[in-house]
């Protein structure tokens, strides 16, 4: 088997991927993402062992959650980069491991390479499929999925200056658990559910960041044809970068759209001072393969998500920066004060066609958790009128399967009784129904990106507060979630922390599940696959 990876929701058959990964990344590319996350828990176990004060280690703390976010599905397929991490990491492992006295240490701790050869030839020795019992691999794995989006929300939070050091303790302690062959299935069943409990502490962490820079959002109408300038198109979830663009292309003549994930940052109030932020262009990350062509102009990526480009022609308009990167494109480096230099991209979308319109119109979003506890009284009134009957979290990730038809038509069939709570870009795939309203609130209430469940979490805990109710599940809201990868499993993970059961999750379940823990999961949390539409409306209004 020349790799192994079962990371995201479309893995090969269901049970991973052999040969090359569905998201495009090659064997080699796999196994230097398993060696980097196996350099990154030989640091954690250093850190552990040898009870590092992670006060005093705030590069080592970044570098780490860095490295996290490089490997989530779709961030970075550039070998040379992950490479440069990868010794990155082993000189500050090196580092460390002097500076402590520690008697037992595994091999991820101590281990070395030189070349891109031993560094593949070690990555074989370490992969996945390492750990041979089904069930302790599944739940390791589970474990270090959730980590690895917990990583990337508390980057973006880091990038606007908010640092928890209660979440890195936890990282390296997860991490270095994941080596510890003694732990038993209970004790990482435990572990994991502590996984969630740091996730929603990572959610929370971002919240603060985004609001207390940008203000809370608010009630938005988005833009989504275009207009006759120059423009630059910025994908991927990280609002620092964006503020940065918009300030260097103010007064420069070009125009800024966002796509995807990126969509959200229009909800913002200090976004709205730039004249030149003029809409969202196209739907979620795996349309790009078709909307990059038509959108004529740079494209600038802050995070996942990456498709590789079809064309060199689109390729070059490709600028990745932070943990994204692509073989080909230009990487964007901030300096030692955080300052990115865009003016390359600027300068490429001045010589470049206008944008070609896909569609017309508008969408509104802006319904994050305190927008919504500012309409509480009239949403409260309209549960206990009976004129909502029941709120649905189809919260998560959007995906290219032909089964995510179902949400569409879940949406459509909906009885015009109920409302959606949506994050992540799983919104898509129905936000641009015409569903109407109920008293004048949507029927579709976006509140953000993927870790804007967080927002979603918050509003049933008031709702849970405001109708006295000692059982969140108690609430009139039913979860009908879509995934794809591994922030989804840290959102997943913190439902479960605060106490949501009976989460319907699809379109299929992880295929890092053996049979032992998923039976686990269904048992304990109530956790179900998705059925048939019709069933599953059926089902949710029934309860």
Known sequence: MSMFCYQCQETAGGKGCTVRGVCGKTESTAKLQDLLIYAVKGI????V????????????????????????????????????????????????????????LHDAATFTVDSEESMLEKA??????????????????MIT????????????????????LEISEFIYEALAAALDKSLSVDQLVALTLKTGEYGVKAMALLDEANTSAYGNPEISEVNIGVKNNP????????????????EQTKDSGVDVYTHSEMLPAHYYPAFKKYKNFVGNYGNSWWRQIDEFVSFRGPILFTTNCIVPPRSEEVRGRIFTTGSSGYPGCKHIDADEKGHKDFSEIIALAKTLPSPEEIETGSIVGGFAHNQVIALADQVVAAVKSGAIKKFFVMAGCDGRMNSRKYYTEFAENLPNDTVILTAGCAKYRYNKLHLGDIGGIPRVLDAGQCNDSYSLAVIAMKLKEVFGLEDINELPIAYNIAWYEQKAVIVLLALLYLGVKNIHLGPTLPGFLSPNVAKVLVTQFGITPIGTVDEDIELFLAK
């Open 124 to 141: 074989s020795e370490v992969g996945v499929l390492a750990t041979k019992n089904e069930d302790i691999r599944s739940l390791t794995q």
């Open 145 to 164: 999925y959730g980590v690895k989006g917990m990583a990337a929300y508390t980057e973006h939070a880091k990038n606007l200056g908010k640092e928890s």
């Open 44 to 47: 954690s176990e250093i850190v």
């Open 49 to 104: 062992k040898g009870k590092l004060d992670v006060s005093k280690l705030k590069d080592i703390n970044y570098e780490v959650i860095n490295s996290l976010f490089i490997t989530i599905t779709n961030a970075n397929f550039d070998n040379a980069s992950i490479m440069d991490q990868i010794r990155r990491m082993l000189d500050m492992r090196d580092t460390l491991r002097d500076k402590v006295s520690v008697s037992e």
């Open 231 to 246: 423009a630059i198109l910025i994908s991927g979830h990280d609002l620092a970068d964006l503020e940065q663009l918009l």
